[in-house]
């Protein structure tokens, strides 16, 4: 996909030729997988989420398509990071930086994973500190301050690697995302899914397996803008934005909030690959509408005005 320079943008220290990624757990678990985001136009990759032992996940039903978006509770199923020299050498040939998603329940856990996905040639870690049903493995850890600067530090003084942050919904966020900076993170990554839960009322019990559930998709994106532009105003760090991007429009409101680039998950699902293309193209022609010469020229520029 032939892209003008103007989309291109430098995140954490990872040249991208335009903003436009996909979201952990979105075709990022096999080297088909792979293939179809280089395909659909991605500027990098992000693997689902990797720990350092397997994970079966957990029983089905794991995913409720919705009408505002899709929650699921997979249960960070994944093969362990023994996994991952293979999987990511299946990914170095397309062309695009590979960042490497991981879960883990202590900054042991975290740093053994990305020294694997470091010494494998991954591009950048993005440390999964915000799933919403994984107990102990996710938001729990986000929520904390404190635990999220030592994983942060766990990780970011044994790599040479970029480092993100990924974090998700909490009263704290801010917090967590000064702690992960001042700890060595290159970047943050927000929103993740939001904790929620459906009942079916003719068998009135939860539907997922696990009764709980992360919502994503186009209920939570106004939610991520809020969380962008509070921290962006905040830290100025460098920000992926990830939540309910379902267009062009809905990626530069991220862009505008204080997002160099955003990742897309659920539209993916329900659009198809082509989504990243429309993205891309739509992000293009608005530069053009209001005469900016760069990508950098709008980011964060809601707060200027």
């Known amino acids: 996909m032939a892209v003008e320079p103007r989309l291109g943008v430098r995140v954490a220290g990872l040249a991208l030729r335009h903003p436009v990624m996909n979201a952990s757990g979105i075709l990022g678990s096999s080297r088909e997988g792979f293939e179809r985001l280089a395909r659909a136009g991605v500027s990098a990759i992000v693997t689902k989420s990797f720990t350092k032992e397997p994970r079966r996940g957990y029983k089905t039903p794991i995913a409720v398509p919705l009408p505002y978006g899709l929650l699921n509770a997979v249960g960070l199923s994944n093969p362990g990071a023994e996994a991952l020299p293979e999987l990511i050498r299946s990914a170095r040939g397309l062309g695009v930086p590979v960042i490497v998603s991981i879960a883990g329940g202590s900054g042991d856990e975290f740093a053994y994973v990305a020294a694997v996905a470091e010494e494998s040639g991954a591009d950048a870690v993005e440390l999964n500190l915000s799933c919403p049903h994984a107990r102990g493995r996710g938001l729990e850890l986000g929520m904390d301050p404190a635990l999220v600067r030592g994983i942060v530090s766990a990780v970011a003084s044994t790599t040479r690697i970029p480092v993100l942050a990924k974090l998700g919904l909490s009263d704290r966020v801010t917090e ?74 809905t990626a530069v409101e991220l862009i505008l909030a204080g997002a160099k680039a955003v990742q897309v998950g659920t539209a993916l699902v329900t659009q198809g690959e082509q989504i990243v293309s429309g993205i891309v193209a739509g992000i293009e022609k608005y530069l053009e509408a209001i005469g900016a010469k760069s990508l950098d020229e709008i980011v964060g520029s809601a707060h200027r005005r």
Do not use: C, F, K
Request: glycine share 14%; charged share 20%.
């Open 176 to 249: 967590s995302a000064s702690a992960a900076l001042e700890a060595g993170a290159r970047g943050l990554v927000l929103i993740n899914t939001v904790r929620a839960m459906r009942i079916d009322v003719w068998a009135r019990r939860p539907i997922l397996g696990n009764r709980v559930g992360g919502l994503s998709g186009p209920a939570i994106h106004p939610v991520a803008v809020r969380i962008v532009y509070e921290v962006y105003g905040e830290t100025g760090a460098d920000i992926i934005g990830v939540g309910g991007v379902q267009d062009w429009e």
